[in-house]
Each structure stands twice: as C-alpha cells, then as structure tokens.
C-alpha cells in the first residue's frame, strides 16, 4: 500500500459521493475467514449497513465487490459484524485502506479467531451474521445476512463517519 499526500477518495467533482458523505453512518468492521492466525482472515470497514428487523434481523451491507471480505464472506458464507468505538478511528482507516498497516491488518488489534470469522477483541457490540444473498447494486455487492446472535454492550461512544470525517455517535441505547 502507497499512502498518498492526497485523499484517495475526491469528492469536488462527484455530486453522488458527496451526497452519500451527507447521509453519515455507524462504522463497523465486517471480517471473515477460518483458522486462528490471520492467513485466510479478511475484513472491511463498511459504513453502508442497514439493520431490518425481523424473524430473523436481517443485515443489509453494500461492499465493494473486489474487496478481500466480499470473497472471503461470499465464499464462508458467514461473518462477524462488529460496531467500532471511537478508539477505533485509526483501526477503521487500516481496514479501510488509507492507513499503513505493517504485519497486516490483523495486527493493528487484538481479534480472536470464531467460527464466524475473527472477533475483535475490544468491540462492545458484534453480531454474527450468514450470507442470505446478494446483488449488484451500482458499483457494489449488496449482501443481505440474517442475524444469527448479537452482543450489544456498552455503546457511549460509537464511531459515525460524516462528510468524510469521523464523529462520535454519542450515548446509544
């Protein structure tokens, strides 16, 4: 990975990102992958999830279908789907891509291997999710995962995104 003295993603001249940048959003990291060491591991900072409740919930996600997640999550068919801190900030570059990650991505935190794929270590909130479909919508993948079991702890201070900055989310429920 190269890091640029400029943003990697523009939006002067994009009408239709910097709208999407007004919408703001929870930041989760969704990872995916078996074993317990990081070899087969991937993951991807998403802020465009949409929760359906339901019998089951369902997750909504659109990835991006070149993404190292989008294969592994596709080909596992399951994941884990964690809501970050704002601690979490400078992870949620890494696993975006616009932060250096020397050793690989999974060492940027402590994540524990599940079934589910990689849990990490220090995320009040997760849930495990199965893939249900998916779809090609614009330039993504939209995954649709009904919700197998969540963990919602403490939630005081989660991580948004807006206008291509993180805010805190302030107290949740």
Known sequence: MTIHSSHPFPTDDDPVRRLRGRLGGAVTLWTAGAGDVARGWAGLTVTSVLLAHGEPARLLALLDPDSDLAETLLESG?????????????LADVFAGVAPAPGGMFRAAAFEPTPWGPRLTTA?????????????VGWSVLVTCPVVDVVVGDADDALGHRRGRYVRLGSGA
Do not use: I, K, P, Q
């Open 124 to 136: 009040s909130a997760h849930t495990t999710v199965e893939v249900e479909s998916t779809t090609e």
């Open 78 to 90: 399951r994941g884990t789907v964690h809501l970050l801190a704002w601690a979490h900030r400078d």
